[in-house]
């Protein structure tokens, strides 16, 4: 660019009218504030002027927020108070704020609350909460981090406290922050209405799939881990009595799972469209093409739409050649073992 050409441009910049947060209509700028944190909206733009702070106040501004330190939450009880109705999403963060929060009454406020984040939040502090919880007929989607100084007898009762106890759930995400082992006991378990439900970070035994799903007839998206001891290795899941028929999108990480209990869990949900799997895996039959090809085509993956396989092979003998590579089914998916690992990727059209 010639230096005439960038004195022509920096004079028309300067004619550019530049438009003012003040000079947006109320609409557009009532929708701009419910993407602010409301810490951040009563710090920096409130007590501006009359009409921002007629904006803040409108009772149709919904509030999102995220507490993370003491002074944010010291802030929020004492000058938010009159705007607690009208959050909608909160988090909650860190050992600074997690016990003043379960120990305070800003629950019984938060009337309109429909996503709640917990982060580094004991089993006692879930307990003492949940309570308040069921109170919340706007609440549809919980995020809850646990501390990693816990039992798995803990992360029982706390899975049970929030897909059973809450019933106006319908999205939850449980993590655990380390590979434990989750226990689903079918006795202490009620119907959940959940549609979503993500475990991370724990694992559960691949004969609780069963008690799982079946207290959950509305689920229609899953993530979870399944384990399998070497004990029950060769002891099919009885799978006759009972189908999944809601759960559309299975997203499984299997450890130490044996290729017929895959297709023994894969049989409970006949209408699944979307499958990911992973893991580490040992059983060499993942590696037989004939079976992957017979679980596709003759198996219980009829309706499957998108499918992606992404395996460790933590095997001793490795065969030398691909298999998977002469048949064109299977060719046509993508599958292909290379360096341990095991993948494949489908999309249907």
Not at 25 to 40: A, H, P, Q
Not at 112 to 139: P, Y
Not at 160 to 175: C, F, G, M, N, T
Request: net charge positive; with cysteine; charged share 20%.
């Amino acid at each position: 660019m010639t230096s005439e050409a960038v004195v022509s441009v920096s004079k028309k910049a300067k004619n550019v009218d530049v438009t003012k947060l003040e000079y947006l209509s109320n609409e557009l700028l009532m929708e701009l504030l419910e993407y602010i944190d409301l810490y951040n909206l009563c710090r920096s733009f409130y007590n501006q002027n009359f009409r921002l702070n007629a904006l803040i106040d409108n009772r149709s501004v919904k509030y999102r927020t995220n507490l993370s330190t003491s002074k944010k939450f010291s802030y929020f009880c004492c000058m938010m108070r009159n705007k607690y109705n009208r959050i909608i999403s909160l988090t909650v963060s860190g050992d600074s704020c997690i016990p003043r929060f379960t120990a305070s009454t800003v629950l019984d406020e938060l009337v309109a609350l429909r996503s709640l984040t917990l982060n580094e939040i004991t089993t006692k502090q879930l307990e003492l909460i949940v309570r308040k919880l069921t109170r919340l007929h706007q609440l549809v989607f919980i995020n809850v981090t646990l501390t990693q100084y816990f039992f798995s007898l803990d992360i029982h009762h706390a899975c049970r406290l929030l897909l059973y106890d809450i019933p106006s759930l319908k999205s939850a995400v449980i993590d655990s922050g380390t590979n434990v082992i989750v226990k689903i006991s079918e006795s202490l378990l009620n119907i959940s209405n959940l549609d979503t439900l993500t475990f991370a970070g724990c694992q559960s035994n691949v004969f609780d799939f069963i008690p799982l799903v079946r207290q959950m007839p509305k689920l229609r998206s899953l993530n979870i881990s399944l384990h399998q001891n070497l004990i029950s290795f060769g002891v099919l899941l009885n799978t006759s009595s009972f189908m999944h028929f809601n759960l559309v999108r299975l997203n499984l990480k299997i450890f130490n799972l044996s290729f017929d209990h895959l297709c023994e869990t894969l049989k409970i949900v006949p209408n699944v469209k979307q499958l990911s799997i992973g893991g580490c895996i040992r059983d060499p039959i993942f590696l037989t093409s004939e079976r992957w090809k017979q679980l596709l085509l003759h198996g219980s993956l009829s309706k499957l739409v998108e499918f992606m396989v992404s395996i460790q092979m933590s095997i001793a003998d490795v065969p030398n050649n691909d298999e998977f590579r002469s048949d064109p089914y299977l060719n046509q998916r993508k599958f292909k073992f290379d360096n341990g690992y095991l993948s494949a990727q489908y999309k249907k059209r």
